[in-house]
T-cell receptor, first 112, second 110 residues
Framework: DADVTQTPRNRITKTGKRIMLECSQTKGHDRMYWYRQDPGLGLQLIYYSFDVKDINKGEISDGYSVSRQAQAKFSLSLESAIPNQTALYFC???????????FGPGTRLTVL | GQSLEQPSEVTAVEGAIVQINCTYQTSGFYGLSWYQQHDGGAPTFLSYNALDGLEETGRFSSFLSRSDSYGYLLLQELQMKDSASYFCAVANTGFQKLVFGTGTRLLVSP
């Protein structure tokens, strides 16, 4: 079984809809991250969390919100989706003292 | 702010050696990481440098010069499966988060 899973893997939605992307991990890591990747670009950090009570904004948090429901679960919400939020979204995990992040398979989101 | 620069594309032939450079401007620098991403796949960790010098892991090596704000990834004995995008990423103080470059697409031809 994959250590970091994301659901859904693909989603097509319409402008103005509320969307939630979910991430779960079985690695036992404290830290979880949400990134966005646009074609030809690197990964941009949206939000990150170091534990259930800790949420931090990344570079591009506007238009997004997150919830850390448990150590193993970190969800990303788009309250009112817009077309320029069409992108590939990755969840990642890591641990304090580690220099590696482990990425989920990604969610391809299309906003029409 | 933080910014990283790397070439957009590099081409090479099987068996060759290729170097992908990364220059960065950042505050609170902690280390430089490299990730590989195949088309349609997730980024996977390759290496991390916190100190100046060369780190070797099999066919891949990574170098860092903190005084020059510069690093590179060296890939030896290139194979077709090495065709992918390679991202450098700066870790800030305390390794709280990573800032990624825009990536270098490596095309390996027969």
């Amino acid at each position: 079984d994959a250590d970091v899973t994301q659901t859904p893997r693909n989603r097509i939605t319409k402008t103005g809809k509320r969307i939630m992307l979910e991430c779960s991990q079985t690695k036992g890591h404290d830290r979880m991250y949400w990134y966005r990747q646009d074609p030809g670009l690197g990964l941009q950090l949206i939000y990150y969390s170091f534990d259930v009570k800790d949420i931090n904004k990344g570079e591009i948090s506007d238009g997004y919100s997150v919830s850390r429901q448990a150590q193993a679960k970190f969800s990303l919400s788009l309250e009112s989706a817009i077309p320029n939020q069409t992108a590939l979204y990755f969840c990642a995990t890591g641990n304090l003292g580690d220099n590696e992040q482990f990425f989920g398979p990604g969610t391809r989101l299309t906003v029409l | 702010g933080q910014s990283l620069e790397q070439p957009s594309e590099v081409t090479a032939v099987e068996g060759a050696i290729v170097q992908i450079n990364c220059t960065y401007q950042t505050s609170g620098f902690y280390g430089l990481s490299w990730y590989q991403q195949h088309d349609g796949g997730a980024p996977t960790f390759l290496s991390y440098n916190a100190l100046d010098g060369l780190e070797e892991t099999g066919r891949f090596s990574s170098f860092l010069s903190r005084s020059d704000s510069y690093g590179y990834l060296l890939l030896q004995e290139l194979q077709m499966k090495d065709s992918a995008s390679y991202f450098c990423a700066v870790a800030n103080t305390g390794f709280q988060k990573l800032v990624f470059g825009t990536g270098t697409r490596l095309l390996v031809s027969p």
